[in-house]
Structure formats: C-alpha cells, structure tokens
C-alpha cells in the first residue's frame, strides 16, 4: 500500500501543506501498513519541458522515434502515480487555478499513447482509477454560496485527471485564508477533514 504525498507550496508554514499532512495522517489511520512516498513540487519544482519533450508529443510519428531521454522524466512522473493506491495533493490556488509547479508535473504525467488513449470518441485514460484527494488552500472564497471568484482549479485537476483514468477525486478547500485567523483557519482545516470521504479508500483495505 502506497500514498504518494505531492505538495505545491513554496512557503514551510504553508496552509495547503498543513492541510495534506494532516490528509496523510488520517489515510494512515484508515491505512496504517500504508508507505508514504514524496513529490514535492513546492520545494523542488520539475523543470518546464523542453524542446525533446515537446517535439516528442508533436505527433503519433514523432512519439514513436523520441529518444529515451526525451521522456524520462515523464516516465519517473507516471510510474509514482501507478506505483500509488491513494494521491494526496496539497496545492495553493493561484490566479483561479493550480500553480505552474502543478502543471508542469500534469504536463509530464498527461501523455498521449502511455496514460492517454486518443479514441475517434476522445481521450480515454490509460491508468486504473485509485482515489485522490486534493486539498486546496486558497486567500479568497471560491466555492460555496460566498464564493466571489472564478474557480478553473476545479473543472481543471477534473478534466485533467479524468482524462488519464483518475476519476474518484475529492476536493478538501480550506478557503479564506488571507482573512481569517490562526484559530479560524484551523476550525476551517477541521471541518473540511471531516468531509473526507473514506468509502474510496475503505475500498483499498
Ligand atoms: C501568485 C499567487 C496567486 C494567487 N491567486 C489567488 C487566487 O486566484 N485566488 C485566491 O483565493 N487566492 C490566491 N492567492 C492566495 C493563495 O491562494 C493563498 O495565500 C494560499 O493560502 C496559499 O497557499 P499556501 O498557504 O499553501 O502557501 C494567490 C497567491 C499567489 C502567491
């Protein structure tokens, strides 16, 4: 049994950070023989693609003749999600959506021909499903009746993940960050926490 463990912030003290963590911590109550590994793209960010890569993804042809190196890091990327039965990510919201750090891993994750299948009926994932959960931390409210924001994080890490097979996600928000205190914001942690909806993982026991 393996979580794998991804966080996006570039700050220590980070809400998003706190919140995954204590994510973790309940799979592991749930998952106690359960192996954590690490991504942490908040601290190390992956490089943005280059031109190997991207003339790699330019074709079925070109695919079929890209050299090794050109999809390495691609391939490291695939392999943690495949070697994870549960995903939990921590990620600030940024400008309406997910930080560069996060798509810049999406970017290496999302391949056509090894987690993508193009079909004439559109793209069909190529990964078994396995439960994510998101926590997102974000300054303003984007979700709920006082939302005043547009929210593209969500429709976003969906589709995205969707598409390669992920499809049994849960957001976990602890909005408002930039307007409430340390002790409403661990009231806010507390209650999105007990949103967490452990039938998914039930499943992996
Ligand atoms: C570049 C940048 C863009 C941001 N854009 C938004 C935004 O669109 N909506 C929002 O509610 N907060 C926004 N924020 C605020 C962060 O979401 C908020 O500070 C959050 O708590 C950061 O996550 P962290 O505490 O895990 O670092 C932005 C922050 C930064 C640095």
């Given at each position: 049994m393996n979580i794998l463990h991804i966080d996006c912030s570039?700050?220590?003290?980070s809400h998003s950070r706190q919140l995954s963590a204590a994510i973790v911590q309940r799979l592991l109550s749930l998952l106690p023989d359960a192996e954590i590994s690490r991504r942490d793209l908040g601290f190390d960010p992956l490089p943005h693609h280059g031109s190997d890569y991207a003339a790699a993804l330019s074709s079925a042809a070109a695919m079929s003749t890209a050299s090794p190196t050109a999809i390495e890091l691609s391939e490291t990327v695939i392999r943690e999600v495949e070697a994870a039965n549960a995903i939990v990510i921590g990620t600030p919201m940024n400008n309406f959506t997910v930080p560069s750090v996060l798509k810049a891993w999406i970017d290496e994750l999302l391949r056509v021909g090894r987690t993508i299948l193009p079909t004439p009926d559109g793209k069909v994932g190529m990964l078994s499903d396995r439960p994510v959960f998101i926590g997102v931390a974000s300054g303003?409210?984007?979700?709920?009746?006082?939302?005043?924001q547009p929210d593209f994080l969500t429709p976003y890490l969906s589709a995205a993940l969707g598409c390669i097979g992920l499809k049994t996600l849960q957001f976990l928000p602890v909005q408002a960050t930039a307007f409430l205190d340390p002790k409403s914001i661990e009231a806010a942690r507390q209650a999105t926490l007990a949103d967490l909806d452990h039938s998914a993982v039930d499943l992996l026991r």
């Open positions: 570039p700050r220590p003290d303003g409210v984007f979700a709920g009746e006082r939302a005043n």
